[in-house]
């Protein structure tokens, strides 16, 4: 038996099935993690989000940014969803969408094996939260996404703000958890996110850190893979392990095995026509 946690396969389909390949997945006896962002920009997202479906008894996923908008744009009206780009367009309007929506809204926001050692998120994890309260505080978005009012939680999880607080309330505390869990690359001590900051460690303002490597932050005691920052590649430091490498944008799509002390990473080349990256978003 083997288990493989994956980076963010942002709708890469035949890449993510060569790797899989190569690694020699056999749902008989291996388990899969994935890092979040099973869709989008890829162009096949659909055939991506019904292979991860399929092996569903064999893998464990945690929500990224993109799956999340992907559920929220599934709760819109249909003349709505034609607006999308024609990636998300396919999962919405397919004659399977309900059910890979159903399925992708039950899945985890932090998933936690103690007895492996390993813990697994998207983005990162906020500068004072031990696992434990990571562990907590996505049990409290996944105990939303799959209870009745997921629709208000999906219509209202957008916008920057607040920065965490553990007297958050109500929707600004879930916002602020998704924001962390999905969307953290850099921040302050005190835990405030740059949400327009992507680049490799080192160009980032004055006063920021990668999340990681914040001064101060809480002491963990398991080994975290996670995914989100493709700029960043591959990086293994600080009991972190960061496994998205621009698979979508012409790098690779890495796998590591997690049930080994020894440091195993498989890689096969990403997409061979880079998706157009997104325009920055300029400084005020």
């Known amino acids: 038996m083997s288990v493989w946690a ?35 920009r890829g162009g096949q997202s659909l055939e991506t989000l019904r292979l991860v479906h399929s092996l569903r008894a064999n893998a464990t996923v945690v929500l990224g940014n993109h799956d999340l908008s992907l559920l929220a744009i599934g709760e819109r009206r249909e003349e709505e969803q034609r607006k999308v780009n024609p990636d998300l367009q396919r999962v919405v309007l397919a004659e399977d969408a309900r059910t890979l929506l159903d399925w992708l809204r039950m899945q985890k926001i932090v998933h936690v094996d103690r007895e492996l050692g390993w813990m697994m998120v998207h983005a990162g994890l906020a500068p004072k939260w031990t ?33 965490w607080n553990p007297r958050l309330a109500g929707l600004d505390r879930h916002r602020a958890i998704i924001n962390i869990v999905t969307r953290l690359r850099y921040c302050s001590p005190r835990g405030r996110i740059s949400y327009e900051d992507k680049g490799v460690p080192g160009t980032q303002p004055p006063g920021l850190y990668p999340w990681y490597a914040v001064p101060g932050r809480a002491e963990r ?22 496994l998205d490498t621009g698979a979508v944008w012409g790098g690779k799509l890495t796998a590591l095995q997690l049930d080994t002390d020894e440091l195993r990473v498989v890689q096969v080349p990403g997409r061979d026509v880079p998706a157009t990256p997104p325009k920055p978003r300029q400084r005020r």
């Open 221 to 242: 005691d398991l080994k975290i893979a996670c995914g989100h920052w493709s700029a960043l590649g591959l990086f293994i430091g600080h009991g972190v392990h960061a």
């Open 6 to 40: 994956i980076g963010d396969l942002q709708g890469c389909y035949d890449v993510t099935q060569r790797l899989l390949e190569k690694i020699r997945f056999d749902p008989a006896t291996d388990r899969l993690w994935f890092c979040g962002d099973l869709v989008n």
């Open 131 to 163: 696992t434990q309260m990571a562990e907590k505080h996505g049990k409290e978005i996944e105990d939303r996404l799959q209870g009745d009012q997921y629709r208000r939680l999906l219509k209202n999880m957008y916008g920057d703000g607040p920065t």
